[in-house]
């Protein structure tokens, strides 16, 4: 199966993962220009008329440089929704994309036929993430275009099988778009992903340390000089597993090794949730790679050239 036409002519193949408060226009378009597909929640916009208001400065924005730079259109973007049935914001949010006619909207937590339809409608693609190979086939059975890929060593919620087995599993039936994340922080891992079986890299934690990420400055140091030593994995916070830096339990007065479990029933994505997260900072293990605070531009620059001299080093 040919990728959709949108993402066919990525100069990079690399999706900006959409980061729980973090992500915002200002973030998604420096990604977009540079070639990368940015994305971010529909839930990082509050109160929730914010939304109409950030797709629209996305949209306009993009559709202006695209006229200025023909030679070099910018990427499309992505919008995230969480479609599990503790997101009360659900219809607006899908009302709002259908208005701007979002060209990629990225689906968790539940695969829903009628949130497909509907991306459908506008002429949208739906690439929906996913921890194994069984919620894949559940994912495109229900409509998905494509997969996300979300592998052990993942930023935020994250599964635990190994990309090489999961990439390799979902390949024996399904030949539409996927992306890979987990640990992805450098060209070489670019290719890594592209090698075994994906189309791109899904790219979250290096793009936190960036100036137009919407993150505390104390959160972008910590992983500057974290490794993935300081991730833990738990469920406590949401009732989902998930990756987290430890300083930043440490510093919520938790022992980020002696975390109790969480009671997966009582999953929540609305106010409780953005509080937790506010002060114990997803990310992934593949910060190690991760330096310097840097522009979006420049982190891209970087992946690109490392890219480059992955493909020269094995050719």
């Not at 935020?156 to 994340?181: M, N, T, Y």
């Not at 340390?209 to 505390?216: G, K, L, P």
């Not at 990756?243 to 007065?253: E, F, H, T, V």
């Not at 009582?266 to 509080?275: I, L, T, V, Y």
Request: hydrophobic share 45%.
């Amino acid at each position: 199966m040919p990728l959709p036409a949108i993402l066919r002519m990525l100069p990079l193949p690399i999706i900006g993962a959409p980061l729980f408060i973090i992500s915002n226009p200002k973030l998604v378009i420096e990604q977009c220009r540079a070639g990368v597909v940015g994305s971010m929640p529909a839930l990082n916009a509050r109160p929730v008329e914010q939304l109409d208001e950030w797709l629209a400065e996305i949209s306009e924005t993009l559709a202006a440089w695209n006229q200025d730079h023909p030679e070099r259109p910018a990427a499309p973007f992505a919008i995230n929704q969480i479609v599990h049935k503790s997101n009360d914001r659900l219809d607006h949010d899908m009302q709002m994309c259908a208005k701007y006619k979002v060209p990629i909207v990225i689906t968790s937590l539940g695969a829903r036929t009628d949130v497909n339809d509907a991306v459908h409608s506008w002429g949208g693609i739906v690439m929906h993430d996913i921890i194994n190979n069984a919620f894949a086939k559940k994912a495109i059975e229900k409509g998905a275009d494509g997969l996300v890929a979300v592998a052990a060593g993942a930023g935020g919620h994250a599964g635990v099988k190994s990309p090489f087995a999961l990439v390799a599993e979902i390949r024996e039936w399904f030949d539409g778009p996927i992306a890979l994340s987990g640990a992805i922080s450098t060209g070489g891992g670019v290719l890594a992903a592209r090698a075994m079986g994906a189309d791109f890299a899904y790219i979250g934690s290096a793009f936190i340390a960036t100036d137009e990420a919407r993150a505390a400055q104390a959160y972008k140091e910590m992983i500057v000089a974290s490794t993935s030593d300081d991730i833990v994995y738990s469920n406590l916070f949401t009732g989902v597993h998930g990756n987290y830096l430890k300083g930043s339990i440490r510093n919520a007065g938790l022992d980020p090794d002696a975390l109790p479990e969480s009671d997966p029933t009582k999953m929540n994505f609305g106010g409780d949730a953005r509080k937790a997260w506010k002060d114990i900072w997803g990310c992934g293990q593949g910060i190690g790679a991760i330096k310097k605070i840097v522009p979006a531009r420049e982190l891209i620059e970087r992946l690109t050239r490392e890219y480059e001299e992955a493909k020269r080093r094995v050719a």
